[in-house]
Each structure stands twice: as structure tokens, then as C-alpha cells.
């Protein structure tokens, strides 16, 4: 069998890499002009350097254009319990199939989100599982690579208990004003202006698949990206697996 194929999938990838928390992750393959290439930085770089020239794994003449526009792959996230003070944070690192540029106003520690892409997301009150107050996740970085990093300052409203679930059951990512991105090819990448989850997903190889879900993995993982939780009075809610404010 070859080493490595030429589609959109993670199987594609060369064969020789493995999956999540591995220091050769298929996460950090992606495909150029030049073929399969490895994210500067990583252990199977050979230098902690982020700014360093990416590695050629597999020469593979235009890839990126053979595979057409760039498609949103997988979400990843860390669980875990966060501060809730004002100055916690959650990161959400969105994996694509290309190296991705991207035109947005620079992060800011608050919930404005002015010429930036962002995702809305809820925190879910630990009783009920209702709303308790808007967090915006903004691009925050990996402009240039296939590893899009989104921050949310995580407000003080929250309580010790409390969840975090997107805004709707969409998960929509969205561009405002001036911020946008393409692939290594300059196409737009159109799956950040749409739903991540649901009947109208556009994620995936297929442009087609969800990202979110209680069946659906993180990046590399077999951990789901949601879990339905109940709350400690009454309703339940899918929320973001293991993250909980402390």
C-alpha cells in the first residue's frame, strides 16, 4: 500500500505519523504546492522553532490544488477546570487540510469582535444548563499553518460549576468586516462562515460533516467533542467534554 495518498483525508497523510498527543501527529501534516508537509516547531521537525521552514514529507507537485479549496478538518480543545476571574481563557484550535492565511483585527481580552472571525459560545449556568453569559471566541493565531487557534476570555459572570456550549447548535464560525481567510492557493475558505454542526454542517473532507457533537471526535482522539450533561436542579444541555469553571 502507498505511504501516503492524495486526498482531504487524515488517512491520507503519510502513513508513518500517528495521532493525537504523538510528537508526529497527523495534526500537523498539511498539504502545499510542494506536497505533504510537516508544522514547523514540532518534535518531528527536529527544532522547537515555529518559525522555521516547514518540512517536505512527501513531494507531491501542486497537492494543494489537486485537492481543491481547503477543508476544516477536526476541533480540538483541553479539558479541564477554568478560572472564571476575568482573565481565564479557553482555546479552541480548529484543524484544516491546508495552511491557512488569515486577515483579522488582532485578539483583544474582552467579547468584541470588529474585523475578526469568531465563534459565540455560551456559558451554561451549573443548575439549570441555561444561558449565563456570552463568550466570544477570536482568531487568536497560526496565520501561515493548518492549525487556527480561537481564544475566549472567559467572563466573570461565570460560577464554579458552571459549562461552556456554543451559542446555538450550530457552532457557526463567522468573518466580520474586513477578516478572512484562504488557502495556500488564495480560494476563500468558505467553512469559516458557516455551521460546524447540525444538518448544515460544511466541516470535513466532504464539506459536509459536523465538528461538533456528542459522537464526534476531537482532533486525533476518541474523546467527543460534547458531552449531554444535566444540570444540578433540572434541564440538560450538550456542553464542551470535560470543561467545567472552577
Known amino acids: 500500500m502507498p505511504l501516503w495518498l492524495k486526498s482531504t483525508s487524515a488517512e491520507?497523510?503519510?502513513?508513518?505519523?500517528?495521532?493525537?498527543?504523538?510528537?508526529?501527529?497527523?495534526?500537523?501534516?498539511?498539504?502545499?504546492?510542494?506536497?505533504?508537509?510537516?508544522?514547523?516547531?514540532t518534535a518531528a521537525s527536529g527544532n522547537d522553532n515555529s518559525s522555521a521552514q516547514t518540512e517536505v514529507l512527501a513531494c507531491v507537485g501542486n497537492l494543494s490544488a489537486t485537492l481543491g479549496a481547503a477543508n476544516l478538518l477536526s476541533v480540538d480543545f483541553t479539558a479541564g477546570t477554568y478560572a472564571h476571574d476575568?482573565?481565564?481563557?479557553?482555546?479552541?484550535?480548529?484543524?484544516?487540510?491546508?495552511?491557512?492565511?488569515?486577515?483579522?483585527?488582532?485578539?483583544?481580552?474582552?467579547?468584541?469582535?470588529?474585523?475578526?472571525?469568531?465563534?459565540?459560545?455560551?456559558?451554561?449556568q451549573v443548575d439549570d444548563m441555561s444561558k449565563r453569559a456570552d463568550m466570544k471566541l477570536q482568531y487568536y493565531s497560526g496565520s501561515g499553518t493548518n492549525r487556527l487557534v480561537f481564544r475566549?476570555?472567559?467572563?466573570?459572570?461565570?460560577?464554579?460549576?458552571?459549562?461552556?456550549?456554543?451559542?446555538?447548535?450550530?457552532?457557526?464560525?463567522?468573518?466580520?468586516?474586513?477578516?478572512?481567510?484562504?488557502?495556500?492557493?488564495?480560494?476563500?475558505?468558505?467553512?469559516v462562515d458557516g455551521d460546524?454542526?447540525?444538518?448544515?454542517?460544511?466541516?470535513?473532507?466532504?464539506?459536509?460533516?459536523?465538528?461538533?457533537?456528542?459522537?464526534?471526535?476531537?482532533?486525533?482522539?476518541?474523546?467527543?467533542?460534547?458531552?449531554?450533561?444535566?444540570?444540578s436542579g433540572s434541564g440538560s444541555r450538550a456542553v464542551l467534554t470535560g470543561v467545567v469553571l472552577g
Open 196 to 231: 460546524h454542526a447540525g444538518g448544515s454542517a460544511v466541516g470535513g473532507p466532504d464539506a459536509g460533516t459536523a465538528l461538533w457533537g456528542t459522537s464526534v471526535a476531537k482532533t486525533g482522539s476518541s474523546v467527543n467533542t460534547l458531552t449531554t450533561t444535566a444540570g
Open 152 to 191: 475566549g476570555l472567559i467572563p466573570s459572570d461565570g460560577e464554579a460549576g458552571d459549562h461552556i456550549s456554543g451559542a446555538d447548535a450550530t457552532y457557526a464560525m463567522a468573518t466580520d468586516g474586513t477578516s478572512a481567510a484562504v488557502d495556500g492557493n488564495g480560494t476563500t475558505v468558505t467553512s
Open 12 to 41: 491520507s497523510r503519510p502513513k508513518w505519523l500517528a495521532g493525537d498527543d504523538s510528537d508526529y501527529a497527523k495534526e500537523h501534516a498539511f498539504a502545499t504546492t510542494r506536497g505533504w508537509e510537516m508544522k514547523a516547531g
Open 86 to 124: 476575568g482573565t481565564g481563557t479557553l482555546d479552541v484550535v480548529y484543524t484544516f487540510d491546508e495552511a491557512i492565511t488569515v486577515t483579522s483585527a488582532a485578539y483583544t481580552a474582552n467579547q468584541v469582535v470588529s474585523n475578526k472571525i469568531k465563534v459565540d459560545f455560551w456559558i451554561v
